[in-house]
């Protein structure tokens, strides 16, 4: 008898959506055009803050007439515009609910217009449980543009694979519904996290953090070695980060070198580096390695970024101090035995068109309960 295949639970609290996904993938491979091929209100907030940070996005603006009569001649009319205004480098096209619904050909204009750039076509909706699939399907088109290397897409898949089982394990897929949570108060965490601190507790200092993102959690990490080091207890605390510039798309290995160096610049020693920026699904899996064969007895760690990426095996016995931007991960994070989860509300976006460190709400608590220590 076949075997019946168990069927997913149904999430019902808003997620990502795979237009948007598709968006921040096309900017991670330096698009500098991207048209949004719908209503002009789809995914309104993430396109003006991809423009903070550098791609533009632009609307084919379909009203109802469009979805009866088809958008085929809004389409090459703005990429004729796009072109004609923007000279770019490097374009995108991308789909939504509206356009794919009505069976719009992205490539039919492409043909029609001839553009003598390349053009990253995603043929996407919002239907998708899985956010990463219009990661995938920007990927497809890269490739078969040329853009990136059937090595490095494929490499791309693995990772996306990864970081789906990491939101169905312990993240926001992990539940039917999670309710969002501010976390632990920031001052209270901050006053225990030195106190252990002062007891001369050897300490885990790890960034294992999202692509852009990482621009604030490094902050938290930067602030727990520069208070560690004002007490005098600098060398109790192992720092580990997810800062390789050698792997992933353009824009992640731009972003790991600009926080390097300003890490660098501020004295924080990198003991370990345990992945890129995109490597954050797999990255924990590195540092539970070296944990398990080096720091296994340690007496804390603060974990930033993804920590429900990091398994378990050799930090439960430790006291987690957690930072996440998600109010949805609270709750998981505490079940996976997390002692104390602090949120960065809005952090997403004041890390977008940076490229040096952005104080955190914690590190800068942190850092005033020393000032005069």
Known sequence: MPVKKEKEPLIMHPRPSSIVAALYTLRDLDTDVVILHGPPGCSFKHARLLEEDGMRVVTTSLDETG???????????????????????????????????????????????????????????????????????????A???????????????????????????????????????????????AERLLELIKQGKKGLNI??????????????????AQVAQKLGYGS???????????????????????????????????????????????????????????????????????????????IKNMELFSVTNGPRQVIPLKEMGHTHVVVEIDLHPKTLGVSHIVESEFGATLREMVKDA
Not at 127 to 139: E, H, I, P, Q, S
Not at 252 to 263: M, S, T, Y
């Open 67 to 141: 979805f009866v009569f088809g958008g085929h001649d809004a389409l090459v009319e703005v990429l004729e515009k796009v072109i004609e205004r923007f000279n770019p480098r490097r374009i995108g096209i991308v789909g939504t609910c509206a356009s794919m619904i009505i069976g719009e050909e992205l490539h039919e204009a492409v043909t029609q217009v001839q553009p003598d750039v390349p053009v990253i076509e995603v043929d996407v909706h919002a239907g998708y449980r899985d956010n990463t699939k219009g990661v995938v399907m920007a990927l497809e088109s």
């Open 143 to 189: 490739l078969a543009s040329g853009i990136i290397s059937e090595a490095e897409f494929e490499r791309q898949k693995a990772l996306l694979k990864e970081a789906t089982l990491v939101e169905k394990r312990h993240g926001a897929a992990s539940k039917e519904y999670l309710e969002p949570n501010r976390g632990d108060l920031k001052y209270k965490v």
């Open 207 to 224: 960034l294992n953090a999202k692509k852009e993102t990482a621009f604030m959690f490094a902050d938290i990490n930067l602030a727990v």
């Open 236 to 314: 109790n605390i192992v720092n580990m980060v997810n800062l390789d510039d050698n792997v992933g798309l353009p824009k992640n290995r731009r972003n790991a070198r600009e926080i390097k160096d300003d890490l660098k610049e501020k004295g924080f020693e990198i003991h370990h580096i345990i992945g890129g920026l995109d490597e954050y699904p797999v990255a924990g899996n590195t540092a539970d390695k070296i944990i398990g064969e080096k720091y296994s007895d340690y007496d804390f760690a603060v974990i930033s970024g993804v920590p429900h990426a990091l398994p378990m095996n050799n």
